[in-house]
């Protein structure tokens, strides 16, 4: 790959710290107007503005004396290096990138099915006429094969791309899918700590986190997971992934579970929306058993299992049926944990990707989980249960991700789902009418 200036700056808003030159080739730069400093924090009748990540909220800047002043920093987006109003940001003004016409850049030569295809044919359009589209699709849906065709186009007319996802275990799967769908075309994929660098690349796969760095750049923005955490709850993310596109550029949403500002959106017609409501492998969605266990935190709190969770576990390991429990708390994941002798796994957990790959390489047949693995993650055959499915943290969608984690293999496309509660949730409720929906739309079409 070319390593010149233009590659590895341009799209691109940085520190100093961050510009891969020396002091001297920045000055010179700089002195030749190919490379603008702009302030990271600015001034305004309010208080301040964080120029990198938009925070304008008082409590999140700090400061520091020095001398007789004070140096204003920005505390929200320091994990990705401090800005302030001594430290500005780089932007590249020189020469414009130019990406490869990538003819034929897909090898990927597997088959969709008609409900991929409608969505494919959308995406392309999209892609081409530099619009919005939400890809409202279940889980299952096979969503990334979906995007090949319309990335091949994008990349035919060299355009930039760039696919951000809220988290980065999402980055980490996607990675090797799309190196093996386009084997001849540069992948970036960034996240904290990732070995990439990119120095131009054509297709980007980023957290949304690392968009902070960059300032219209793409063509193309798709945004994977929309709806998870913490991209719908942080907006210095949608600020910069709202940057990170160039003016004229698309937008791709594609989740199976739109929050309700989005989904209020496609619901006005605000958003063009295409819906996949059909698994790859053409069999519904497994609809979620509602069971009452009315001592369900009596008995947690005396350190017992009531008597329908113990069978369910019994009935699963008998039937040889592997199986994930979810909890609602890292508390309650290693109580239910002591009190059935499986293995459990949650954030904090220093072996949380090793626990996952054991279990993906079925060196366990259960594995107890917060709702860390409530998505982003495929086990071929496995049923779920949540224990305590009318806690808060269970909310519809996570209960929709939850139940969307079983039965997704052709081979055994008909999973168990079980949500065990102390009282139905309008989660609970809302979450079984989604999935009927999708249900019933996909056997009308
Ligand atoms: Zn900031």
Known sequence: MNSSPTNLLSGKLLLQQELPFSEKEIQSFIHTGVLQEVPGIKEHIFGFVCIRCGNQKSHLFGAIPRDDEEIVYCRKCIEMGRVSTCEPLYRWTGAKLQMPQATEALKWKGKLTQFQQDAANQIETAMLNRARLLVWAVCGAGKTEMLFQGLAAAMGRGDRICLATPRADVVRELEPRFREAFPNITISA??????????????????????????????????????????????????????????????????????????????????????????????????????????????????????????????????????????????????????TGMECVHASDPERVEKVERYRNQEMD????????ERGVTFPSIDVAVIEADHQVFDEAALVQIAGRAGRNAKDPYGDVVFFHQGKTNGMVGAKRMIEMMNDLAKRR
């Open 190 to 339: 960034l996240y904290g700590g990732s070995p990439d660098r990119d120095e131009g690349s054509p297709f980007v796969l980023s957290t949304t986190h690392q968009l902070l760095r960059y300032e219209k750049a793409f063509d193309v923005m798709i945004i994977d997971e929309v709806d998870a955490f913490p991209y719908h709850a942080d907006q210095s993310l949608s600020y910069a992934a709202k940057r990170a596109r160039k003016d004229q550029s698309s937008l791709i949403f594609l989740t199976a579970t739109p929050r309700t500002k989005l989904k209020l959106q496609s619901n006005l017609n605000l958003i063009p929306t295409v819906f996949v409501p059909a698994r790859y492998h053409g069999h519904p969605l497994p609809v979620p058993r509602f069971v009452p266990c009315y001592n369900l935190k009596k008995s947690l709190k005396k350190e017992t299992l009531p008597s329908k969770i113990t069978n369910w576990i019994a009935e699963k390991r008998n039937a040889n049926r592997r199986f994930l429990l979810f909890a609602s708390s890292i508390a309650a994941a290693e109580k239910i944990a002591k009190l």
């Open 366 to 373: 259960a594995l107890i989980t917060t709702t860390i693995l």
